[in-house]
């Protein structure tokens, strides 16, 4: 079976996870330490704070910058639930403006048009792996005095012009999930290189504790631990190596779906590294199977596939019943309606790719 996640473990990890048992440190010690500076130092952003898990870390990102009751935050509604819930957290709403549907990434023209006094900062995600246009975004920041916040779980080496997201905006967050470009079983990180965000991170992370039992403000538990850095430390060693191998698998992928009618590979933007966490591909009536079919078809097959996303959030449960719709967002619900996401990752073969594009080629 070519299952649409698998991570590559047990090379460094093991001799990781053991020097930690060994020293009997587990919980958040030097080794968070060492893979903070290890992170901060690869993204290219002066602070980087180790954190639970990524909806963990985009929370503490969302109080770092002062986000409260009142204040609107604009990102996508074609996400993860945590990119908007990390904005009710704060008891604030969360703002949505379509999406440009080649990219699947937040357009920064719907954007303005959802800017209001209450707006406190806009919320791209660098959905699949491929950077959001990070210089509109950037540029409206500026002009509206707005807080940017990437949201990078899904995007760890990808570069915009260049330069890794996260060290663009004002914070950046990276979720470690185990699906994830690299892994600490849960784990995330805030990176940032303001000082003064990077303190209050810290302070969110660990219950609001400037010095041992000195609580300055509502915090949490949501350190890291020795073991999750450990097995992040040898996985950060291999991302680079994982990433190109997953922009070869999209290549080959995309070389083949380009001459299949009906089916529309992912659209890579210029000037940007897109790290392929997800193969995300459309499928259109002129095609002669229904998404449905097709994904049973690969199934039989034995090639594991997904949806990133049936459900647009804004028309989520709880989105609707807190007075949320779906009206406006006629692109992110074409994608939600069309998308599925095929088998990308660095353990996908030149063999899996040709079974997945003789499948294809009905
Ligand atoms: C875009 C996005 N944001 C945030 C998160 C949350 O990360 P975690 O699962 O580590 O809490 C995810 C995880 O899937 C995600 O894809």
């Given at each position: 079976?070519?299952?649409?996640?698998?991570?590559?473990?047990?090379?460094?990890?093991?001799?990781?996870i053991?020097?930690?048992?060994?020293?009997?440190?587990?919980?958040?010690?030097?080794?968070?330490?060492?893979?903070?500076?290890?992170?901060?130092?690869?993204?290219?952003?002066?602070?980087?704070?180790?954190?639970?898990?990524?909806?963990?870390?985009?929370?503490?990102?969302m109080?770092?910058?002062?986000?409260?009751?009142?204040?609107?935050?604009?990102?996508?509604?074609?996400?993860?639930?945590a990119?908007?819930?990390?904005?009710?957290?704060?008891?604030?709403?969360?703002?949505?403006?379509?999406?440009?549907?080649?990219?699947?990434?937040?357009?920064?023209?719907?954007?303005?048009?959802?800017?209001?006094?209450?707006?406190?900062?806009?919320?791209?995600?660098?959905?699949?792996?491929?950077?959001?246009?990070?210089?509109?975004?950037?540029?409206?920041?500026?002009?509206?005095?707005?807080f940017?916040?990437?949201?990078?779980?899904?995007?760890?080496?990808?570069?915009?012009?260049?330069?890794?997201?996260?060290?663009?905006?004002?914070?950046?967050?990276?979720?470690?999930?185990?699906?994830?470009?690299?892994?600490?079983?849960?784990?995330?990180?805030?990176?940032?290189?303001?000082?003064?965000?990077?303190?209050k991170?810290?302070?969110?992370?660990?219950?609001?504790?400037?010095?041992?039992?000195?609580?300055?403000?509502?915090?949490?538990?949501?350190?890291?631990?020795?073991?999750?850095?450990?097995?992040?430390?040898?996985?950060?060693?291999?991302?680079?190596?994982?990433?190109?191998?997953?922009?070869?698998?999209?290549?080959?992928?995309?070389?083949?779906?380009?001459?299949?009618?009906?089916?529309?590979?992912?659209?890579?933007?210029?000037?940007?590294?897109?790290?392929?966490?997800?193969?995300?591909?459309?499928?259109?009536?002129?095609?002669?199977?229904?998404?449905?079919?097709?994904?049973?078809?690969?199934?039989?097959?034995?090639?594991?596939?997904?949806?990133?996303?049936?459900?647009?959030?804004?028309?989520?449960?709880?989105?609707?019943?807190?007075?949320?719709?779906?009206?406006?967002?006629?692109?992110?619900?074409?994608?939600?309606?069309?998308?599925?996401?095929l088998?990308?990752?660095?353990?996908?073969?030149?063999s899996?790719?040709?079974?997945?594009?003789?499948?294809?080629?009905?």
């Amino acid at each position: 079976m070519v299952h649409i996640a698998n991570p590559i473990l047990k090379n460094g990890e093991l001799e990781g996870i053991k020097e930690v048992l060994d020293s009997g440190m587990l919980a958040q010690g030097e080794v968070v330490a060492d893979f903070e500076e290890e992170f901060a130092d690869y993204v290219g952003a002066s602070y980087a704070k180790a954190i639970a898990n990524g909806t963990a870390a985009l929370d503490v990102a969302m109080k770092a910058i002062g986000v409260k009751e009142g204040d609107e935050v604009i990102t996508s509604p074609f996400s993860f639930i945590a990119s908007a819930n990390c904005v009710l957290f704060q008891g604030a709403r969360p703002v949505f403006a379509d999406i440009r549907k080649e990219t699947f990434n937040l357009d920064p023209d719907k954007v303005q048009e959802k800017i209001t006094d209450d707006t406190k900062a806009i919320l791209p995600i660098h959905l699949f792996g491929q950077p959001a246009d990070m210089k509109a975004f950037k540029d409206i920041a500026e002009d509206h005095d707005l807080f940017l916040v990437e949201d990078c779980a899904q995007a760890h080496g990808a570069e915009f012009d260049g330069r890794k997201v996260g060290s663009i905006g004002d914070i950046g967050t990276f979720s470690f999930y185990p699906t994830k470009n690299m892994t600490t079983g849960e784990g995330g990180m805030v990176v940032t290189d303001e000082e003064e965000l990077s303190e209050k991170a810290d302070l969110v992370r660990d219950h609001g504790q400037s010095e041992k039992y000195s609580h300055d403000v509502l915090g949490y538990n949501f350190r890291m631990t020795n073991i999750a850095a450990a097995i992040g430390r040898a996985q950060l060693d291999r991302l680079e190596e994982w990433n190109e191998k997953r922009i070869d698998n999209a290549e080959k992928l995309s070389s083949g779906i380009k001459d299949i009618e009906g089916l529309v590979a992912p659209k890579v933007e210029d000037d940007v590294k897109h790290v392929f966490h997800q193969y995300v591909i459309k499928v259109e009536e002129e095609y002669p199977l229904d998404r449905e079919e097709l994904r049973e078809r690969l199934h039989e097959n034995d090639i594991g596939t997904a949806i990133h996303y049936p459900k647009i959030i804004p028309e989520q449960p709880l989105y609707k019943e807190n007075g949320f719709s779906g009206d406006g967002y006629e692109n992110a619900k074409e994608c939600a309606e069309k998308v599925f996401s095929l088998p990308i990752h660095p353990k996908v073969s030149e063999s899996d790719i040709r079974k997945m594009l003789n499948i294809l080629e009905v």
